[in-house]
């Protein structure tokens, strides 16, 4: 058992324990899931994981006490959790408060990261080898505390203090000496802030201001993965056999981070709120790379066979970020209201990198000794980011069944680039001046009556012109929504939402459309005891840029193209001390990724005693890859089970 979830279960009995010292059993204001999962995965078993990661093992599936009086000192005492044990994203969360006194809140969050794809940076998913070369096997952990004194006073202090620990192993890729070879990977990063504040309560002024510290590590240290020297790449190069004898990377990096943020809001004679924040930040990264490397490896670069490679880089980065916004909602009629803004943010990232490579035993292609060979790279790298935004919008409410909303936004971008030379790899001005202006006109309207509401909103955006290849000339986006309720055992309902962008630069030649399109119903057949649902849905994908192959730079289009469907139905009946939950999925998708899901899922809850009750559930996620273009097809497929059987106490 994990030590996080012995001292996740630790805490509900201590907070178990401490509610019936003051209460009857029958009386304890907790509610808790607890159970086992059990997992049965035949096929693929990394692709499962990589979705899914659903694990066998304990599983406290929900947990709520709220105390019903006071505890001790406390006049609320609250633990919450969901999902801590055999769940690939669990959470824990306590509060603790004295009215006037002291509020204490802490958050607990645990996400397990796993990939494996099978055919992501495959050379050999050919001959039916899965996983692929880039995988990652990880723990994030967040731990958050705050505490404020004197909570609802006219000031409150506050402290506190953030967590973020990231580990694990994984496995990459490392071009070397004209080979690729396999590398163990392993990561550990702290990412550590701490904040003290103030603030302001007065009237119809509320304001604050915190300072925090942010400190962030990282460390990523590689190795060549036994039995992997030969690389995938078998055949000789200009005659030589490009093998690997050891490869060994380290990277660390530390950064230091002061974060300052404000704000303020004045709500002034009823009928105007006034806001105001602002935030800066200024980073400083520190980052150090040390490689070295054994074996009979190439370089055309250099025009020579080189038996090692030893190289250091030392970079230092310095970020200055500020960001600022002022906001007033003013109400001009009964109905009306007006609303507009500024926004303003600027960042400026420069660094420097001293590349230091000394590569061993050179040899030139005829077999003539050449020794070592040096080679020093000093690069200084600078970017000015500047953006600017203006809205403004107004909005009319109950106009009899109708509502609507206009509005306007301009966002105004402003890029100097500055690249060394020695990071310039393909001609072309790559540095300069870039300024982007970018308007949005739009507005919706809302009609409810009847039992009907009908929603829709139009935006328009047009720019002057790109910065970055994926930025659009125009672009439409267009949502709508109706919803239809008969009495109290019918609601139907349709939603539809079409994105269309371009780009008409012939050098970039971008151009991107998004649409889906759902509907749904619920049914209830017998009021508080049969419930239907049932859904269905397209959406479709069409992608198109051109890209530059960095192999040898040249230019050519891609595009990705995708049309799926899914239907979903469930139902839901409850009896007395029975509740029968299930569920029904099935989602399709061709084009470029074309893949089939089936998702079934079926729950049954039984409480014996009043207060007691068990617990079924069963899940089964089936997974159908066909073949395309840098797919894995049959060799992705799975089809994964779950049981879960547990204890449900109820208050």
Do not use: C
Not at 307 to 324: C, K, M, P, Q, Y
Not at 446 to 453: N, R
């Amino acid at each position: 058992m994990r030590p996080v979830l012995r001292r996740a279960l630790a805490s509900v009995a201590f907070v178990a324990s401490a509610g019936a010292a003051r209460l009857s059993a029958q009386a304890i204001p907790v509610d808790v899931q607890l159970g086992y999962r059990f997992v049965d995965v035949s096929g693929n078993d990394q692709m499962y994981r990589t979705q899914i990661n659903d694990r066998p093992g304990v599983l406290l599936r929900s947990l709520d006490y709220t105390s019903l009086g006071p505890v001790g000192f406390l006049d609320t005492l609250h633990v919450d959790a969901t999902d801590v044990g055999a769940g690939p994203a669990g959470q824990l969360r306590f509060l603790a408060a004295k009215t006037g006194v002291f509020r204490l809140t802490f958050t607990w969050r645990e996400t397990d990261l796993y990939s494996a794809l099978p055919a992501f940076a495959n050379p050999f998913i050919e001959d039916g080898i899965v996983p692929g070369q880039q995988t990652w096997n990880r723990i994030r952990n967040i731990y958050d505390a705050e505490l404020e004194l004197l909570p609802g006073k006219m000031i409150t202090p506050i402290l506190g203090y953030t967590r973020n620990t990231y580990d694990g192993p994984g496995s990459t890729t490392y071009h070397l000496g004209q080979n690729e070879f396999q590398l163990d990977d392993q990561v550990h990063s702290v990412d550590s802030l701490y904040r003290i504040g103030l603030a302001f309560h007065d009237g119809p002024v509320s304001a604050g201001f915190t300072q925090g510290w942010r400190e962030y590590s990282w460390q990523d240290v590689s190795v060549l993965r036994p039995g992997a020297g030969s690389g995938n790449n078998t055949a000789p190069v200009v005659g030589q056999a490009v093998t690997a004898d050891s490869i060994a990377t380290t990277q660390k990096s530390e950064i230091d981070t002061p974060v300052s943020n404000a704000w303020i809001t004045a709500n002034l004679f009823g009928r105007v709120k006034l806001t105001g924040t602002y935030i800066k930040a200024d980073g400083t990264n520190d980052t150090g790379f040390s490689e070295a490397d054994a074996g009979r490896f190439v370089s055309f670069e250099l025009a020579r066979i080189f038996a090692g490679l030893n190289e250091t880089v030392d970079s230092r980065a310095h970020t200055d970020f500020w960001r600022a916004s002022a906001r007033a909602e003013i109400t001009l009629l009964q109905n009306v209201s007006l609303a507009g803004g500024w926004a303003e943010n600027s960042r400026v990232l420069d660094g420097q990198a001293l590349i230091s490579s000394l590569f061993l035993d050179t040899v030139t292609y005829a077999g003539q000794s050449a020794g070592d060979l040096l080679r020093e790279i000093n690069a200084r790298t600078s970017v000015d980011d500047m953006s600017r935004t203006y809205d403004a919008n107004v909005t009319a409410r109950q106009l009899g069944p109708i509502a609507v909303n206009a509005g306007w936004t301009q966002v105004q971008q402003n890029v100097t680039a500055t690249p060394d030379a020695s990071e310039i790899v393909i001609p072309g001005g790559q540095g300069g001046r870039y300024e982007r202006r970018v308007n949005t006109f739009g507005g919706g309207a809302t009609f409810s009556q009847w039992g009907l509401t009908v929603t829709a909103d139009y935006h328009h955006d047009d720019a002057d012109q790109p910065i970055f290849r994926t930025d659009f000339m125009d672009r439409d986006r267009l949502s709508a929504r109706a919803t239809y309720k008969i009495a109290d055992f019918l609601d139907v309902g349709a939603s539809f939402r079409d994105t269309k962008a371009s780009d008409d630069v012939v050098t970039i030649g971008y151009d991107t459309q998004v649409r889906e399109f759902q509907a749904e119903f619920d049914l209830t057949i017998l009021k508080d005891m049969l419930t239907l649902h049932g859904a269905g849905g397209e959406f479709l994908t069409n992608r198109q840029i051109l890209i530059r192959e960095p192999q040898d730079f040249t230019v050519v289009p891609t595009d990705q193209k995708e049309l799926g469907h899914n239907w979903e139905g469930g139902v839901r009946f409850t009896w007395n001390a029975l509740s029968l939950d299930a569920g029904y999925l099935w989602m399709n998708n061709n084009g470029s990724i074309p893949f089939t899901v089936q998702r079934i899922r079926a729950m049954a809850e039984y409480f014996f005693t009043k207060n007691w009750g068990a617990d079924f559930e069963w899940l089964q996620d089936k997974y159908v890859e066909r073949v395309a273009f840098d797919q894995a097809g049959p060799l992705a497929n799975y089809n994964g089970n779950r049981y879960y059987v547990g204890l449900h106490w109820r208050p």
